[in-house]
């Protein structure tokens, strides 16, 4: 038995500490908020993220040093914008070394840092090439409720991604491992951006067709940017790839298609957001991909039209109506041709 701290009591968090429970550890839960962890372990739900019942082998920490108390791995599913943060806790308490594992897909907005270069900065005593990220097409609703779910773990270092498989794989949630770090954390992170334009489409009426060109070209676009940074262009075609951006993009359980639904249907960013009550990862990651598209020279129509409508008010019809116009070109120009630069 393994004794796990998950760091971050939010829907994804909770989930995943069901998954541990189950696999038979010793799982801490740590919210930065008193009350909820003392809620969690009096009534044993988290009734403002899932509406489960929560394994009383997991025990709900507020105290950020009692969680980490003799664990051998540590689970940071926080935000994006706590990644720092809590890290910088972690660094201060932890006197031994443990295996470290992520589970936010995100990029930082000016740094252009993935969550794994975050950690790697703000924890000097740990090794880039030790950390692992976790990614796939998982609602944690999903999670939660037993339903079959599969994801992969990667790491510079693959045994450290097998000691990550080995944590989690059970028979309702089966776990791929993958040297590729860089290419499953664009994959988790960039597929939000699609998810907003998924939810947009929406709620501008316009149906499936529309959902499943801007699915297709989303995924050209995440391609061709995390092949210009270095990713393996076959990563973009698994789980965290192509697995993830379906199911952000078709399911009413994403916080990123629900806050693209609403911006579809006429509501201000500030409001969505309000509405929302959690996190919209996708929002910053807009910001941060409209970046890296300019830094790289990457073009990324969808996403520059996105940002348009995020940040700087344009109407909806009006963007769908400039991407429907760009000049004609072919279509297997993207990723066959990524393909073929780096197999040929």
């Known amino acids: 038995m393994n004794k ?3 760091l971050g009591a939010g829907s994804w968090g909770t989930a995943l500490s069901i998954v541990l429970a189950d696999n038979g550890h010793d799982v801490r839960l740590w919210s930065h908020r008193k009350e909820q962890a003392e809620d969690i372990n009096r009534t044993h739900k988290n009734e403002k993220y899932l509406d489960v019942a929560i394994p009383e082998q997991i025990t709900a ?12 791995a540590v689970i940071v599913v926080v935000p994006t914008k706590a990644i720092r943060e809590v890290c910088q806790q972690l660094n201060q308490i932890l006197t031994n070394k443990v295996t470290v594992i992520h589970a936010t897909k995100g990029i930082e907005p000016d740094s252009l840092k993935r969550v794994s270069e975050m950690i790697d900065e703000e ?8 950390i692992v990220v976790l990614s796939g097409p998982s609602h944690a609703e999903e999670v939660a409720l037993r339903h079959p779910t599969t994801v992969t773990v990667a790491s510079v270092n693959l045994e450290k991604a097998k000691i990550a498989q080995n944590l989690f794989n059970s028979d309702t949630f089966r776990v791929y491992t993958s040297s590729d770090l860089l290419g499953i954390e664009l994959g988790g992170a960039l597929k939000n951006i699609i998810a907003l334009g998924a939810g947009i489409s929406d709620g501008l009426g316009y149906g499936d067709n529309a959902k499943a060109a801007l699915i297709t070209r989303g995924l050209a676009e995440i391609a061709r940017l995390g092949t210009s940074l270095g990713a393996n262009p076959l990563s973009f075609l698994g789980l965290s790839g192509v697995g993830d951006l379906i199911v952000t993009c078709t399911s009413v359980h994403s916080r990123n298609w629900r806050a693209g639904n609403l911006l579809g249907k006429g509501n201000k ?3 969505v957001l309000d509405e929302m009550g959690m996190v919209v990862e996708g929002v910053r990651t807009v910001q941060a991909a409209y970046q890296f598209a300019k830094e790289q020279v990457v073009e990324m129509p ?5 940002y348009q409508i995020l940040f700087e008010d344009k109407d909806p019809r009006k963007v769908v109506e400039q991407l429907m116009t760009r000049d004609k070109r072919e279509e297997m120009d993207d990723i066959a041709s990524l393909l073929n630069e780096r197999y040929s």
């Open 4 to 6: 796990i701290a998950v």
């Open 61 to 72: 920490f507020y105290e950020l040093e009692q969680a980490l108390n003799d664990v051998n």
């Open 123 to 130: 924890m000097p005593g740990y090794d880039y090439e030790d």
């Open 269 to 271: 960013l500030d409001d």
């Open 302 to 306: 969808i996403t520059t039209g996105i």
